[in-house]
């Protein structure tokens, strides 16, 4: 103390240095997005207004080293009809700010708040604008996945998501909220000498529930296959990682998970390229479903899952 009475300033300076260290400690995000030169970034989830309506939605964007590409689309799960849909591309000269403008999409993390801002907005108003934290209650988030050497996958359910939806039908907006999102990262770590399909699917159901899977069918793949599942309260449960994806004859999809034991059709309303996404079904259960298949490495073609 006497030591801080001779130089009160000096004493006063290091003692608020220390509070505002310590402050920032606290606010440290514990989710850093992917620097890769290649990476794809992909939300997707329920949302509800403020009248109980639901609407299943997506967002993708896609690294090529400067070359951006995003996708996205908003779902009526009532009347299973697409409501809008928005597909950009641009060149970005500084990815590094992590704020990225692609056509009509946007994309941007907050490492202060820890969040992520995303969606696109047409000429005529027409698209959504979400908000979701990627805090947990744990406080923890899963652990990245090496698929193979040099591409990684990290899958998180996020903490709750609001936003507000301009459809094309005059309406005004329509402010929507959900208890979580799907959030899953996809990067090329290292270099690679061939391509690699990595094939997802992304469910969630108008309970709260829902499941995912991350597949790389290849013999020489680190981890071939990671899947997870988490009830309405948003416990995970145990799940089978061998889930099958197939088209039936009558034109749906349907995804098998052999335990727990779960059936789910997916009326692919929407089908581009490397891209199936629609309302879903799963016994008593309504929701949305995003499948998808991510070419990463050597040459970024695009393919049907």
């Not at 690294?63 to 908003?74: E, Y």
């Not at 923890?140 to 039908?169: K, M």
């Not at 999809?253 to 779960?262: F, I, M």
Request: hydrophobic share 40%.
């Amino acid at each position: 103390m006497k030591h801080c009475k001779k130089k009160t300033w000096g004493c006063l300076i290091w003692l608020v240095s220390c509070c505002i260290y310590a402050d920032a400690s606290k606010v440290m995000p514990h989710f850093v997005p992917a620097s890769s030169a290649e990476a794809h970034w992909v939300f997707s989830g329920v949302v509800e207004g403020e009248a109980g309506e639901q609407y299943g939605y997506f967002f993708q964007m896609d690294r090529k080293n400067n070359t951006f590409h995003s996708r996205a689309a908003l779902f009526d799960v009532q009347t299973k009809a697409v409501l809008m849909q928005d597909g950009s591309e641009a060149e970005i000269a500084d990815p590094s700010t992590n704020v990225w403008h692609v056509g009509h999409a946007f994309l941007r993390f907050n490492p202060i708040t820890d969040s992520w801002v995303f969606g696109f907005k047409q000429a005529n108003k027409v698209g959504f604008n979400f908000k979701v934290g990627m805090q947990q209650p744990s406080g923890a988030l899963p652990e990245p996945q090496n698929l193979r050497s040099g591409i990684s996958v990290f899958v998180s359910q996020t903490n709750s998501l609001n936003g507000h939806i301009h459809a094309s039908d005059g309406r005004e907006e329509i402010f929507v909220t959900a208890g979580q999102a799907w959030f899953r990262q996809t990067s090329v770590t290292t270099p690679q000498l061939n391509t690699h399909a990595v094939k997802g699917v992304l469910c969630r159901f108008d309970d709260g529930s829902g499941f995912y899977s991350v597949n790389l069918p290849e013999e020489d793949a680190l981890r071939g296959a990671i899947a997870g599942r988490f009830d309405a309260e948003g416990v995970a449960e145990p799940m089978s990682q061998f889930i099958h994806v197939g088209v039936r004859e009558d034109g749906k999809w349907g995804v098998h998970v052999p335990s727990p034991k779960q059936n789910v059709l997916v009326s692919a309303f929407m089908q581009q390229d490397a891209v199936i996404a629609g309302v879903a079904e799963a016994g008593d259960k309504a929701g949305f479903c995003f499948l998808s298949e991510d070419t990463l490495g050597h040459h970024n073609a695009s393919k049907t899952v």
